[in-house]
């Protein structure tokens, strides 16, 4: 942004030297700077200064105007014709000479950095910086560590957690104003600052002359740059070019900073230095230029709403020019909260008139505040006209990094926070203007929080700067832009204002940095103190949440639903978080002992005024109105908040800051209304008015919100309800929540508020808010959090749902604690005792009025009145309980009934002791009942029997008496009452304070007698609350005379009653409970209770059955019907269920979901029958529409991932720690196979393995069929559904229509009966030699399959294409492994291969053995028979060459040895003794015909059994030393002449070794050999081992096969008779065998051909490779086969130790540190995710690694968010987190950023679904990635 005089410096005459051409140039500059450095350094110098001003002068000059750089005209004149950014550069290397002062640059920077006595930290980060915060270190809330710092303290044990800057930030290690001392990491522990040497003065002494100079030129260029836009839209594409151009200069101060302590002192002496300024920058002078750019300031602040103090202009009044900014001047809100005029010209509304255009805005009128804390503004330094165009551009990110890293300078940090207060107000006004206020926010608050989290700074700036009064006042200002009036209560002539939710500044939360700031400034002791002892501030704050207090207001609809759901709520709830109860909570954490009771005096004082001034502006008496409520009631919660403190911690008397009765009454009616509308919109009363009013009720409880909203409403009510008249706070609750008329003894009632069927949901809510507001103690006492406590999860919970479940968990725990068997009711809790200034809440419990509900509602219950629901009874007798549990002690037991006739309660009770009012009778009650009511027919006189307390129930209809009697009897209604009470309260008060009560209007609440159909009975009740309580335990158990007291049979119950704390039990046991209790606590209770027992009570009418019971009963019918469906549809299915079951399908029956095996089937049916789940038809899958099984093919790495180790490795986290994959399965096979295939013929290596370790192709199935063509039409339907599906239809995927299931192919089912299994497995007594003829001849056979190719079936058609599905399923480098490509001999090998990956995977889905037996396929349904089918047809198609088919070689001797080597130029086949048994078997068995006959795979067995057995010898002979090997061969010779030499190891053994001896095959052996042969000792027992654990894997897997072939149970045994069990199963053992002396391997050799010759054959194969390569010849005998099963990583205990490794590691492909850092699971590798960086060919990083390392299917760690994503083909789901915190809570994104635990259980379901391939199944929400991740 240079000059374009640096033209003149470069190519004009300079000083007296002549023009240099460039390369001279760096020289000159060098030359010229050391000359001005020494003229500087004489002691009288001026001539150098002026030298050096004329030549920066020069260089930094800003005349060239900035257009001219970006527009281009005049960019030539630049110096050089470099284009424009050649004169910038130019300048700052001219800048970096002068400063080095005519040495290097670099040299320099390093001298000057060893000056720095580096005691902070203070490095700055920008967003997205990973930091940490440690809250037992800090002493502000704010405070910050690098992770660097944070790793190099101590922090054990420490309260912190990470987290990802959202702002940006500085590191405070070192700063003992922000943390403690303790907290120090190593480096910023020593306060170095001693032992730096001072500066040289020659060292910097040209900065001080440059660096004013180059600030200067900086400043005129940003104030060139500035453009004020037109329209008020900042064209940021101006501003952001202006500082593109800018970019470098900043760089160059940032770059400055950095340079440690000694520079930052003297930047901070240049921007703070005063003269400096007024120098440069003294207005119009001389110079054309520096005039204009005075102007351009001017322009600036004039535009910003801002004057400069010496400008012309009068204060206050300003040109219209000024745009929307003069709404400062035109009122400001004051303490008075009258409103000014109604601006109907809506010119700060940037929204127009989206919806809130009906709702006019409200200026309020002008205030008395200061007005120039908002709008003058005066710069005295270059740190002040620095800030303003840093704000002016909306906080460029390097210009706010610049002026943080200067923080460290102590000097600085004060002038820098007394700058940023004096533009507080400014910042606000260019925040609510800009169009990226996100970011924006994001950048004042990273400066705004290393100011103020400084304690010692904040009370500095405090009292110099009023920043408390800039604060409050800017905040204020702000809201104020943003008014309505308000319409609670008396909409026409309210005068309250509130904030509109549906603006920009709240719905985008405009104001948080502001409020940031204040919440942190708060946090300070000494600040937060002079707020509370500031009136004039408390008066504004508090006007300041009055804007807050019932804002958002909802009305409800009442007839259509509203047609625009307003999302304001939101906005609302986070305004009255984050604006008002988070400063809220602040100036509490200051008000904890009792020395500061002052401040809570003065937050109450006017937090009193300011509700008395609410109450009085919505012109408030007694009735809210009807259909309103709003959440919002702020001045509320502050009053009710610091109440609670000033009792619980303070010890102020609770009474001395509650105001009078009258406005206790008035305080508690809106917090009230809210928990009555809570009711409301949870009994659908409010479903008019969309979701977004359940949002509301669900927010105000939610965790976050509830401490600050519904607790300080209900201890408000709490507070209220403790001192004012009981029955009066009784009676207006069941009035607001509108049941009053409800309440009455009479069968019918009418409801003139309410419909029927809200009525119950209402009560029930009535009752469980008198039950939480008598039992809630979070602010009255000790608060309970150890057990469960329904109260406490009522009020907490969301959901109704959730309390629900949280029920049946402790039902669930009763049951199995064996502590109650049936359904129990919420437990009852004795409560903590209340503090004594709140005794008086426990008086509601001993009210006529509520003893008069209480009553009422147990008579309605046990009267069965419709609406009662166990629910309202199990509240009911929650209060009888809670009020003998608080009843006064001295209640006399023959107390006389209270003196004096009490008004209107006389027929009810005496007194207001419940433990009295329990046992008194109550005979005739007055009731008010529609005509139609069954009481107003008149009756025969039922039975006359006065005494007989059953009357009432055997008639069950109550007597009616004539009208004339009525004397005795009166009706009862709460709302007199509690008019009653209000006129005794009021006038009381008002006797005090004549005022004029309004007459009430509202006529809504009409009194139940008002409607004209009603008409008065009398009913004869003759109960008391006690026998109400028996007669409805009698009714509760069903049995007649069910309670007897307990204490007749044992009076110690009464002498000492064990009550428990906790109580479970149900209704019967809660009945049972109360009546001890009354019994304990009166005499007389207890011989009323004997006395009513004793009368006989009349049979229970049999339909009385409790709920809980009818539930029971319920249930018993429907199962029994259920029942009886199922047996009828049983017998209806009989047929098609057997012969559905005797395929290999299985049903999913409810009770027991094991799937079953393939079962044989009985002779008399004849063919495999399905069911298509479809169509639903059931028949035999033929050849023209065949049946196939639901598959889902997936390529597979798993086996490839087995070791020989049984431990996993582990993740590396050191640069140290690498994974190499040299010892996994599949590098081994694929070793082997090149091995193979470089020294012997290509189609014989072929043959001699198997492949698919890698890419292997699994197939499963859910075990549904359905017909193909039926299949097709359902693809057809699929495809043509716009449905947004989870699965690709073109490729092929759908969902099993039955079970839903993914899947992707249909395998056929090959026609054909069962029945010929059980003919085919009848003990055969053909010879081994028929067997072995009979084998070879049905090889032979090309035609012998059922099925003839030649004519095209359509079922010969489906198994081609299931074949090439399976083809698909992998990659082409999983297939092809010939060298010669697409030659058949590859198909071959896939086919076989994809049989053994198969078996060796459901081989490992049982653990790796086959001991637990075969009554499950490890959970999965098996499809290998039918996959078998199709791999044998196309097996079929390539014969081998008859001549080399390994029968041969395995069963008959060759004449001549030697023609069997082949010729020298051919390579050799592979010998048979290099062969992989297991593929030979897979070889044989899929060249037979299908269906197999038992004894031809027997027979396969055991010619297979010798090659195994000959092959582990000879692995064994090569393992052993040359000793061992001798004495062998000795010890064979000699027993090679007893019988059954055939089946003794060690004659086999020493015969091998003398036949393998005639190659070099142990010559070889050097000195280097025997360190790699183990030196074991061999032992008999030890080679037994070896052999068996050398053919165990072979067993396992024929077992498996003859499983599936054949159906047979695999047999369960232990671990080490595994071996013999198998060879059993298998045939191999003669039946005969006794198995007493120790089980030998070789007994079960069978041999076809004399066993010596047979070996002999084989050896000589060797001998001729081994001549030639004996050190190959070694390996390729010894197969290693003892894979243990395949694991994922293990993962370290804390994922900090993975996080800090990987996510500032560099990928190895693009040496950056990617955005998402991502690790393998399966194998470590350390990729991208989503990293363009690492693309190739269209595919990133982490689907390509899923390709290569698990063949479609990834499993990666995501280090940025510690959650796990799932890459399957072409989709991907998020997995979860294995990492939880210490509360088993996952951390998405590390947002919490606390410290996180493996979770072992997770872990080991990600293995478990890996290893079984049921992600696709268990996972359901995926999605496709586009090869994006």
């Known amino acids: 942004m240079a000059a374009a005089a640096a033209a003149a410096a470069v190519g004009g005459p300079q000083q007296s030297q002549p023009e240099l051409p460039a390369p001279g140039l760096a020289l000159d500059k060098a030359a010229t700077a050391a000359h001005l450095k020494a003229a500087l350094s004489r002691p009288d110098n001026r001539a150098g200064a002026e030298e050096l001003q004329a030549l920066l002068e020069r260089v930094l000059s800003a005349e060239r105007p900035l257009a001219a750089a970006a527009g281009g005209e005049e960019a030539a004149a630049a110096g050089g014709g470099g284009g424009p950014g050649a004169a910038e550069e130019e300048a700052l290397e001219w800048c970096k000479c002068l400063l080095a002062g005519g040495g290097g640059y670099d040299e320099f920077c390093a001298a000057v950095r060893a000056y720095d006595p580096a005691a902070l930290c203070g490095l700055v980060w920008t967003a997205n910086f990973v930091a940490y915060r440690c809250r037992t270190c800090g002493i502000s809330p704010c405070m910050s560590l690098c992770a660097e710092c944070f790793h190099q303290g101590d922090h054990t044990g420490h309260d912190f957690n990470m987290f990802r800057s959202q702002a940006g930030g500085a590191c405070d290690c070192g700063d003992s104003n922000v943390m403690r001392e303790s907290g120090f990491c190593k480096r910023h522990q020593i306060k170095s600052s001693s032992n730096i040497p001072c500066v040289p003065k020659d060292l910097l002494m040209m900065s001080e002359f440059v660096l004013p100079r180059f600030i200067f030129c900086l400043i005129q260029y940003l104030r060139e740059g500035y453009n004020e836009p037109a329209a008020d839209v900042p064209s940021e594409k101006d501003l952001n070019k202006v500082l593109q151009l800018l970019e470098p200069q900043i760089s160059f101060l940032e770059d400055l900073t950095k340079m440690g302590g000694a520079m930052r002192s003297v930047l901070t002496q240049v921007l703070t230095n005063q003269q400096n300024y007024k120098d440069l920058t003294s207005g119009p002078g001389e110079n054309a230029c520096a005039k204009k750019s005075h102007e351009k300031y001017l322009i600036a602040l004039k535009s910003s709403g801002l004057t400069y103090p010496e400008d012309k202009l009068v204060y206050g009044i300003q040109e219209p020019s000024a745009g929307p900014s003069t709404l400062a001047v035109q009122g400001f809100a004051g303490a008075t909260g009258t409103l000014g005029q109604v601006d109907s010209s809506d010119e700060e509304d940037q929204d127009g008139n989206q919806g809130l255009g009906k709702r006019k805005r409200v200026k309020l009128s002008s205030g008395t505040k200061d007005q120039s804390i908002m709008d003058v503004l005066k710069h005295k330094s270059f740190l002040e006209e620095l800030l303003f165009w840093t704000i002016k551009y909306e906080f460029p990110q390097k210009m706010v990094t610049f002026l943080l890293n200067m923080l460290p300078d102590q000097e600085y940090k004060v002038a820098f926070t007394k700058t940023f207060v004096q533009h507080y107000a400014f910042i606000m006004k260019t925040l609510k203007k800009s169009h990226e206020s996100d970011t924006m926010s994001n950048r004042i608050v990273h400066i705004s929080v290393q100011l103020f989290s400084n304690e010692e700074l904040a009370r500095q700036v405090t009292e110099e700067c009023q920043l408390l009064d800039i604060m409050v006042t800017v905040l204020l200002y702000m809201m104020e832009s943003c008014l309505i009036k308000s319409e609670l209560q008396d909409e026409e002539n309210s005068l309250h204002v509130v904030v509109n939710c549906g603006e920009a500044l709240l719905k985008n939360n405009t104001y948080w940095p502001l409020v940031s700031d204040f919440i942190n400034i708060l946090s300070h002791q000494s600040v937060a103190k002079r707020f509370l002892e500031d009136h004039g501030l408390l008066v504004t704050w508090m006007n300041f949440v009055s804007f807050f207090q019932g804002m958002n207001l909802n009305k409800r609809e009442l007839n259509e639903h509203v047609e625009f759901e307003s999302q304001t709520y939101y906005a609302a709830f986070a305004a009255e978080l984050e604006a008002c109860a988070q400063p809220m909570w602040g100036l509490l954490s200051h008000c904890k002992i009792r020395e500061t009771q002052e401040y809570t005096r003065n937050v109450v004082r006017y937090c009193l005024e300011a509700l008395q001034d609410w109450f009085d502006a919505i012109n408030f008496v007694d009735e809210p109105a009807p259909n309103q409520v709003t959440f919002h009631l702020p001045l509320h919660r502050y009053y009710a908040m610091f109440l609670s403190k000033a009792v619980k911690c303070q010890e102020l008397d609770l009474d001395s800051v509650l105001p009078d009765q009258e406005m206790l009454m008035k305080l508690m009616i809106h917090p009230l209304q809210i928990q009555a509308s809570l009711a409301e919109i949870h009994s659908n009363m409010w479903v008019r008015n969309g979701l977004q009013i359940k949002g509301q009720a669900m927010t105000y409880v939610q965790s976050h919100f509830c401490n600050s909203m519904i607790d300080p409403d209900i201890y408000l009510l709490q507070v209220c309800a403790s001192r004012l008249d009981p029955d009066y706070f009784i009676s207006s609750v069941f009035e607001r929540f509108k049941v009053v008329d409800l309440l009455t003894m009479a069968s019918q009632h009418q409801n003139t508020v309410l419909d029927a069927e809200h009525e119950r949901s209402m009560l029930e809510g009535a009752l469980t808010f008198l039950v939480i507001l008598l039992s809630l103690r979070l602010h009255l006492a000790e608060v309970w959090d150890q057990e469960f406590d329904p109260v406490m999860v009522i009020l907490r919970t969301v959901y109704r749902r959730d309390v629900q479940s949280a029920m049946d968990r402790y039902t669930a725990f009763l049951k199995q604690s064996g502590k109650f068997p049936g359904n129990p009711w919420p437990p009852y809790k004795k409560r903590t005792s209340l503090h004594p200034s709140y005794k008086g809440l426990m008086r509601l419990l001993h009210c006529k009025t509520l003893h008069i509900v209480l009553f009422t509602l147990l008579y309605k219950i046990l009267m069965d009145h419709q609406n009662l629901s166990e ?474 399959f059922p099925v003839s190719i030649s004519s095209e079936t359509n079922l010969s058609k489906e198994m081609e294409s299931v074949m090439k599905d399976i083809k698909n399923t992998t990659q082409k480098k999983y297939r092809d492994y010939s060298k010669t490509p697409g030659s058949p001999d590859n198909d071959f090998l896939f086919m076989y291969s994809v049989a053994r990956t198969n078996l060796e995977l459901e081989l490992i889905h049982r653990g790796g053995n086959l001991c637990s037996g075969g009554a499950s396929t490890a959970g999965k349904r098996s499809c290998l028979n039918q996959l078998f089918h199709v791999l044998a047809l196309h097996m079929r198609l390539y014969s081998i060459d008859s001549e080399y088919n390994p029968w041969k070689k395995l069963t008959q001797l060759v004449e001549d040895m030697n023609s069997q080597l082949g010729n020298e130029e051919q390579q050799p086949e592979v010998p048979i003794l290099y062969h992989d048994v297991t593929s030979l078997l897979l070889i044989q068995i899929l060249m037979m015909p299908q269906p197999l006959h038992k004894e031809h795979f027997t027979c396969i067995v055991k010619v297979l059994f010798t090659l195994l057995y000959t092959q582990a010898l000879a692995a064994l002979s090569v393992k052993c030393s040359e000793e061992d090997r001798s004495a062998w061969k000795h010890m064979g010779t000699l027993k090679k002449n007893i019988c059954d030499a055939e089946k003794s190891y060690e004659v086999l053994l020493s015969f091998v070794i003398s036949e393998l001896s005639k190659g070099k095959l142990y010559h070889e052996e050097g000195s280097q050999e025997c360190s790699m042969i183990s030196p074991i000792a061999w032992s008999p027992e030890s080679m037994e081992k070896y052999l068996q654990e050398f053919c165990l894997p072979f067993l396992r897997i024929t077992s498996l096969l003859q499983h599936h072939l054949f159906g047979e149970d695999l047999p369960s045994c232990q671990e080490e008779e595994e071996f013999s069990v198998l060879s059993s199963c298998l045939g191999l053992l003669p039946t005969f065998y006794q198995t007493e002396h120790p089980f030998i391997s070789a007994s079960c050799l069978d041999w076809p051909v004399p066993a010596f010759d047979i070996i002999t054959q084989w050896c000589f194969e060797i001998k001729s490779f081994t001549e030639r390569h004996a050190e190959q010849g070694k390996a390729l005998l010894i197969q290693e086969s003892r894979w243990k099963l395949p694991h994922l990583l293990q993962l370290p205990e804390n994922y900090n130790t993975i996080f800090q490794y990987y996510h500032r590691k560099t990928c190895s492909v693009c040496t950056k540190v990617p955005k998402d850092p991502a690790v393998c699971l399966v194998c470590g590798t350390f990729v991208c995710l989503k990293g363009l960086c690492c693309k190739q060919q269209s595919y990133c990083e982490c689907v390509l690694h899923s390709q290569n390392c698990g063949a479609g299917t990834g499993i990666f760690l995501l280090i940025n968010a510690s959650v796990i994503i799932i890459i399957r083909g072409h989709r991907f789901c998020l997995w979860g987190s294995v990492y939880l915190d210490a509360h088993g809570e996952e951390d998405r994104d590390l947002r919490r950023g606390k410290p996180l635990y493996i979770c072992k259980e997770r872990y080991k379901v990600l293995e478990q679904q890996w290893i079984s391939h049921t992600f696709d199944h268990i996972n359901k929400r995926w999605g496709p990635h586009y090869n994006g991740l």
């Open 871 to 1344: 629910h309202v009874l199990c509240m009911v007798l929650y209060l009888i309980e809670l009020g003998l549990e608080n009843s006064a002690e001295d209640e006399s037991d023959e107390e006389t009934s209270v003196g004096g006739p009490e008004r209107c309660h006389d027929s009810w009770f005496p007194g207001s002791n419940l433990v009295s009012n329990m046992r008194h009778f109550i005979n005739y009650v007055r009731v008010r009942v529609p005509e139609t009511a069954p009481e107003v027919k008149r009756d025969s006189p039922a039975s006359t029997s006065s005494d007989s307390l059953g009357s009432l129930q055997s008639s069950r209809r109550p007597k009616v008496l004539q009208r004339e009697n009525s004397g005795t009897a009166q009706v009862f209604s709460l709302v007199a009452e509690r008019r009653k009470k209000f006129q005794e309260i009021i006038n009381r008060s008002s006797s005090e304070a004549n005022q004029v009560v309004r007459p009430k209007t509202s006529s809504k609440w009409s009194a139940p007698g008002s409607a004209p159909q009603l008409t008065t009975a009398i009913l004869e009740i003759k109960e008391s609350i006690l026998s109400l309580l028996i007669k409805l335990h009698h009714k509760l158990s069903g049995k007649q005379n069910s309670y007897y007291p307990p204490w007749l049979d044992d009076i110690e119950i009464l002498i000492q009653p064990e009550i428990p704390k906790y109580s479970h039990g149900d209704g019967i046991t809660a009945v049972e409970r109360i009546l001890l209790k009354a019994a304990l606590q009166s005499r007389m209770n207890k011989r009323i209770i004997e006395e009513i027992c004793r009368k006989v009570t009349p049979p229970v009418p049999p339909k009385k059955i409790t709920a809980a019971e009818k539930k029971t009963l319920d249930k018993e019918e429907r199962r029994q019907k259920a029942r009886e469906r199922q047996q009828k549809l049983l017998a209806e299915f009989a047929s098609r269920q057997k012969s559905f079951m005797e395929t290999a399908m299985d049903v999913d029956s409810p009770e027991n979901d094991i799937p079953m095996e393939i079962t044989t089937a009985e002779p008399q049916v004849s063919e495999a029958v399905y069911d298509c789940v479809i169509c639903g038809q059931s028949g035999p899958s033929s050849e023209d529409r065949p049946t196939g099984l639901v598959v889902l093919l997936q390529a597979s790495s798993v086996l490839g991932q087995c070791r020989d180790n049984v431990e996993p490795k582990k993740l590396p986290i050191t640069e140290e720690e690498q994974i190499y994959p040299w010892d996994t399965c599949a590098a081994v096979h694929d070793v082997r196979l090149s091995l193979l295939q470089r020294y012997f013929k290509d189609s014989s290596c072929l043959l001699a393995v198997s492949i698919g370790w890698e890419g292997g192709v699994y197939v499963q199935t859910c075990g549904h069929t359905l017909h193909i063509d039926c299949h097709k039409s359902y693809m057809e339907s699929l495809r043509n559904d716009q449905v947004l599906q989870g699965f690709s239809v073109d490729k092929g995927e759908f969902t099993c229509p039955l079970c839903r299931q993914f899947a992707n192919s249909v395998l056929p089912c090959y026609p054909g009966s069962n029945v010929e299994n059980n003919l085919w497995q009848r003990p055969c007594n053909k010879s081994m030699q028929d067997l072995i003829k009979e084998v070879e001849e049905l090889q032979g056979r090309p035609g012998a």
